[in-house]
């Protein structure tokens, strides 16, 4: 699974295999930075889109009359 998972994450780099396991494990690090950072984002607009409410001391925006 380790061997598919760094093909994944792109071309092997590295002097030897030790080497490339670490840069390896440096890029899965990043990935699963981005995919936690994505579900926060993601976690924030569902929120903001099903669960709004005006107590954040904000005004609703509504059409000044003809």
Same mark, same amino acid.
């Given at each position: 699974?380790?061997?598919?998972?760094?093909?994944?994450?792109?071309?092997?780099?590295?002097?030897?295999?030790?080497?490339?396991?670490?840069?390896?494990?440096?890029?899965? =690090?990043?990935?699963?930075?981005?995919?936690?950072?994505?579900?926060?984002? =993601?976690?924030?607009?569902?929120?903001?889109?099903?669960?709004?409410?005006?107590?954040?001391?904000?005004?609703?925006?509504?059409?000044?009359?003809?």
């Amino acid at each position: 699974m380790w061997r598919l998972w760094c093909y994944a994450l792109g071309k092997k780099e590295g002097k030897d295999n030790k080497d490339a396991d670490k840069i390896a494990i440096i890029r899965s =690090i990043i990935m699963f930075q981005l995919i936690v950072t994505n579900m926060f984002i =993601i976690a924030g607009n569902v929120k903001n889109l099903w669960f709004t409410s005006c107590s954040t001391g904000t005004v609703p925006l509504t059409l000044a009359p003809k």
